[in-house]
């Protein structure tokens, strides 16, 4: 389990050895690379489970809405940090 912590303000323990254990996840990394909005729905889902309704609450706008590109972006900094080596 590995602490992470966006820029957004959004905290979370996460399992980083989830992130390369189950290649429909590794799919929908590329599906989303490429374009596909929809993988980001599954990636972000797999990726938080349980904290993904924390995660949309942190990057809610004014209006309530939580903007694809704002997740897309999250997502791809929890990558980054779940693929980072401990020191």
């Given amino acids: 389990m ?5 820029e957004c ?7 980083e050895a989830k992130i390369w254990s189950d290649m429909r ?7 989303v690379d490429q374009g596909h909005a929809f993988a980001l729905v ?4 797999w990726l938080l489970g ?3 309704e924390a995660l949309y609450q942190a990057l809610e706008d ?10 897309r972006r999250a997502v791809t900094e929890i990558i980054g940090q779940l693929s ?4």
């Fill in 42 to 45: 599954r990636l972000t889902e």
């Fill in 62 to 71: 004014e209006d309530g809405s939580v903007p694809p590109l704002k997740v």
């Fill in 2 to 6: 590995k602490q992470i912590k966006l």
């Fill in 50 to 52: 349980e904290h993904k």
């Fill in 25 to 31: 996840m590794i799919e929908d990394m590329a599906a």
């Fill in 9 to 15: 303000g959004f905290e979370a323990e996460l399992d």
């Fill in 84 to 87: 980072e080596k401990n020191s």
